[in-house]
């Protein structure tokens, strides 16, 4: 499941890819306009800011805004930033792998290697839903 502070984040990252002429959003605005709890806002920010998602600028006409092009922003790289490995079983990640209790062959588990399909289907689509995507399925439904 999607946790709160990813969807947090992939909801500041569409409101600060709609901002006119790409200028700077204050985290303040992206707070009202989102209902994202402001000092839980911030922290999110900060984290795309870390990873290089967002850039900020300081000052009267400060805030924050995307340090890359919409369509090289995707699902992928948010989510795994804030929820760690997209895999519903520790046995089938690679940075977070960890061996499971009852598995004595890891390599015959047939459970093991369905998920692993799973997962591998999974990051596939997440990788190629941009944030430009996004954008354009909001504007095909509204």
């Not at 998602?53 to 995307?66: A, C, E, T």
């Not at 598995?103 to 692993?116: L, V, Y």
């Amino acid at each position: 499941m999607l946790s709160k502070k990813a969807k947090y984040a992939i909801n500041a990252l569409i409101y600060i890819a709609k901002s006119k002429d790409s200028s700077p959003v204050m985290s303040s605005e992206i707070s009202k306009n989102q209902h994202i709890p402001k000092k839980f806002l911030e922290r999110i920010l900060l984290d795309l800011k870390e990873a290089e998602i967002l850039d900020s600028k300081r000052g009267r006409h400060g805030g924050y805004f995307l340090n890359k092009p919409s369509h090289d922003i995707n699902l992928a790289d948010v989510m795994r930033l804030f929820d760690g490995a997209i895999a519903f079983l520790p046995c089938v990640t690679h940075d977070y792998y960890e061996p499971c209790e009852e598995c004595k062959f890891e390599e015959q588990c047939g459970i093991r290697h369905a998920f692993m399909e799973l997962k591998h289907l999974t990051v596939k689509f997440l990788k190629s839903c941009t944030l430009k995507d996004i954008l354009e399925r909001e504007f095909l439904l509204s």
